[in-house]
């Protein structure tokens, strides 16, 4: 299937590990050029390499926290010189602290909002102005299953992530007349650093070992596994695409079935 990614210019974030790596490498694959950002310094650039190596893809990485205004206006600034446009945003990033909502004092619900509303808000307002003109976009926010059905532990997530979801599906509607998709994706448990954290901390918390807690996990799941990276980049990519120009406003799992919800 061809998804017209060819000649795009995609701006990935987070993309040294994890899922926003994933989805960097499943654009590249498709021939949509990178920007690609992150903290970590080195392991960007190895990230960018590898990608660039397997894909033969243009890949250029910015070095930023996104959590910052510096961090974004860097990021953006970059891009734009880079290649003139951004056509497909990837806004995502870590998660917060986890921990039950007395452990968190007001610096962590400020460092939960940064890191998560602000950077997607931020990122989307420095490239819309180029998608309007051009009259096509795709904006695609990495979110979390805790924006559809609270997950224990993880208040901060749970309620900032869902702060983003009614951002992005307002962005939605205001930007369909202009050829804009606005969604949300929404990862489950999968097999990154980010779930091994979680496994480690809630197994500390209650005084477990690792592997109990993640058979736990697993049991909650009905397909019975983890989720893999490509797995939830394939929907990226796919949303990304000219294929998907109908598709706007949702907020899509991928969680193996998880959430428990019907909607």
Same mark, same amino acid.
């Given at each position: 299937?061809?998804?017209?990614? &060819? ?40 990230? !960018? ?35 003139? !446009? ?6 995502? %990033?870590?998660? +917060? ?8 004092? $007001? ?12 950077? %997607? ?14 009259? $096509? ?19 901060? %997530? ?18 369909? +007349? ?36 993640? &058979? ?5 799941? +009905? ?34 079935? $998880?959430? !428990?919800?019907?909607?």
């Amino acid at each position: 299937m061809n998804l017209g990614l &060819q000649d795009r210019v995609a701006l990935v974030a987070a993309a040294s590990r994890g899922l926003g790596r994933a989805i960097a490498e499943e654009l590249a694959a498709e021939g949509a050029s990178l920007v690609v950002c992150a903290r970590d310094e080195s392991r960007l650039r190895d990230a !960018r390499d590898a990608i660039a190596r397997a894909t033969g893809a243009e890949v250029r990485a910015v070095a930023a926290d996104l959590a910052t205004a510096d961090g974004v206006a860097r990021v953006a600034d970059e891009a734009l010189a880079a290649f003139g !446009r951004v056509d497909v945003l990837v806004t995502n %990033s870590g998660g +917060p602290p986890s921990g039950p909502f007395e452990e968190h004092d $007001w610096a962590r619900w400020q460092g939960a909002v940064d890191l998560l509303l602000r950077s %997607s808000v931020e990122l989307t307002r420095r490239v819309l102005p180029g998608m309007k003109e051009r009259r $096509w976009g795709r904006i695609l926010a990495v979110t979390s299953i805790a924006a559809k059905q609270p997950v224990a532990s993880l208040v901060l %997530s749970n309620s900032v992530r869902a702060a983003v979801t009614g951002a992005m599906r307002t962005l939605a509607n205001e930007m369909a +007349p202009y050829g804009i998709t606005v969604n949300t994706l929404l990862p489950g448990y999968t097999r990154t650093e980010r779930v091994e954290q979680l496994d480690a901390a809630n197994a500390a918390r209650e005084g477990l070992p690792v592997d109990a807690v993640r &058979q736990r996990t697993v049991g909650q799941i +009905p397909m019975g596994r983890l989720g893999e990276p490509r797995e939830f980049a394939a929907l990226a990519a796919f949303l990304a695409s000219e294929r998907a120009s109908y598709i706007t406003g949702q907020a899509i799992a991928v969680d193996g079935g $998880w959430i !428990r919800g019907l909607l």
